[in-house]
Every structure is written in structure tokens, then in C-alpha cells.
């Protein structure tokens, strides 16, 4: 079963899908876990990776929240404009959501590439209430990279932001993305989450350099990193060698933990999608 509906950020609505487990009631007292799914730039909740992820989190026994952020899929807001400030307040807005639902328990987070950079930051925002974290192919890189005038290959001058950045692809984006990159420093916010965290990323990432993962590996304190041997950034090879990497880590968080709400469906053993 999936609900769509949108998420309020303040002026801004943030397009939402939410699927169930089967069997679900949502007046029963029974609390269920909750994964909330990010896409990554320029991405949506209905790619492969993303959907795969969710599927995999609902045949675990979990509720999974998708959702667009600012200037993305069916969300408000034009990518242009759209900031890491602003994808911070929104995912900040969709864990108060999340957590005010009368049928959700624990809370986990998962996002894909930019995503899961957002992923790392509100992690440490919000450790309080996130009982794990998997950054998939997480773009560690973005506020390095933009603070030596460069994003996702295209380059500027670092010490004079340009108005408006035309990428090769033909999108554009305002130099206020620039500015809030430059202001980032995640290391910060990895010091502030001390439950498990899973990185996942291909062994062959044409986005994102290997040794942000490895060096996340090590900052977190308490973090595996599986990499997908000859896969991509957006695992089009192997997904599912990544999704099985994402159900045995649900998995094992929940039943070691035992703070799941709820027993595994088959014991512990869902399909992977």
C-alpha cells in the first residue's frame, strides 16, 4: 500500500510517498519502524535505487517514507534556486513529520548521493532521534570541491561566485548554491552521530571519489562500507548486490538492537525487493 500527499516546509511543499507493509493498519497500536528515502541531484523518489531501497525497507517490516526535496520531482521550488540550507530545512521538516505519526517508532535515514550527504549532516542534527544512517554513494565531495572551484565537473572562480552557473547538461544553478556549499564542513556532524551506519557506494563511482567513503568509514564511529564491485554511482549494474547490503544491515540493526517495534516478516528474511 503507498499514500502520497505533500509535506509542509514553512511556504514549501514537499512531494511524499509513503509505503506500507503489507497487513498494515495504521489505527493499531503497534509501532513500526520508518526509513525515510532521499534522492540525490537532479534525482527523484521513483529511480531504480531509490525505489529499490524503499521496497527493501517495507519487505523488512518497515514503513518507508520517500520524498522530494526543494526543486526536485513534484516538490516546490525550481532546482535553480535550490540550496543545501534549503535541503536541510526540508529534511528536518519531514523528521517532525515523521515523528509526530501516532504509528512510528524508531526513525532510520537513507539518501543517495547529494542526498546522502544531507544524509550525513542531518544525521548529526538529529542524532537524538535517528536510530541509523545509510549514506549511499554519499557526495562527501560537494563542499571540498566547491570551496576549490568546482562542482560535478564544472568550474568557476572560487574567490568571485558567479551569479547564475551553467552546467554542460543545459541546467542551471544560482551562485547561492556555491556560497552555502562553501559554508559546510561535515566532519562536524559525523562527530555528532554515534549509532551504525552503513555507506554503500560502486567500486567504479564516476561521481564520487572512493576516498570520501573510506574516509567517512573511518570518522564515523561506528560504520561499515560495503563497495559494489564494478558498479556505478547510481548502482545500474548491480542493484541488487546493493540492496542486499541495505536489507542484512536493516536487518541486523533491528534484531541486535531489538528496537524495531516488531518482529521481521519471515523471521527476519524479507526479499530484498
Known amino acids: 500500500m503507498t499514500e502520497e500527499f505533500f509535506i509542509p516546509d514553512d511556504q514549501i511543499r514537499l512531494h511524499a510517498k509513503m509505503d506500507f507493509p503489507e497487513g498494515f493498519e495504521a489505527d493499531s497500536k503497534k509501532k513500526l519502524p520508518l526509513l525515510i528515502v532521499v534522492h540525490g541531484f537532479t534525482g527523484h523518489m521513483e529511480e531504480a535505487h531509490i525505489l529499490g531501497v524503499a521496497r527493501t525497507a517495507v519487505a523488512c ?17 525550481a532546482f535553480r534556486n535550490h540550496t543545501l540550507y534549503k535541503w536541510n530545512s526540508n529534511l528536518l521538516a519531514v523528521i517532525d513529520y515523521a515523528k509526530a505519526l501516532p504509528y512510528v517508532g524508531k526513525l532510520y535515514l537513507a539518501g543517495h548521493s547529494q542526498g546522502g550527504l544531507l544524509t550525513m549532516m542531518v544525521g548529526g542534527m538529529r542524532a537524538d532521534d535517528l536510530e541509523a544512517l545509510l549514506p549511499l554513494s554519499p557526495a562527501w565531495m560537494i563542499p571540498d570541491f566547491v570551496r576549490r572551484g568546482e562542482i560535478l565537473g564544472t568550474s568557476f572562480d572560487p574567490d568571485h561566485i558567479p551569479e547564475v552557473l551553467a552546467r554542460p547538461d543545459g541546467l542551471e544553478l544560482k551562485g547561492d548554491y556555491l556560497r552555502v556549499a562553501m559554508t559546510l564542513h561535515v566532519e562536524d ?40 564491485e564494478g558498479d556505478s554511482h547510481c548502482f545500474d549494474h548491480h542493484l541488487d548486490l546493493m540492496l542486499g547490503a541495505v536489507k542484512d544491515f536493516l536487518q541486523e540493526v533491528c534484531e541486535s538492537q531489538k528496537k524495531c517495534g516488531g518482529a521481521l516478516p519471515n523471521g527476519g528474511r524479507g526479499s530484498a525487493i
Do not use: T
Open 61 to 77: 517490516g518497515m514503513i518507508a517514507l520517500r520524498v522530494e526535496m526543494y526543486g526536485h520531482g513534484g516538490s516546490d521550488g
Open 189 to 228: 556532524e559525523i562527530d555528532r552521530f554515534h549509532g551504525p551506519v552503513l555507506i554503500v557506494q560502486g567500486e567504479k563511482d564516476e561521481a564520487v571519489p572512493l576516498a570520501y567513503a573510506k574516509k567517512a568509514q573511518e570518522k564515523y564511529e561506528n560504520a561499515k562500507l560495503v563497495l559494489i
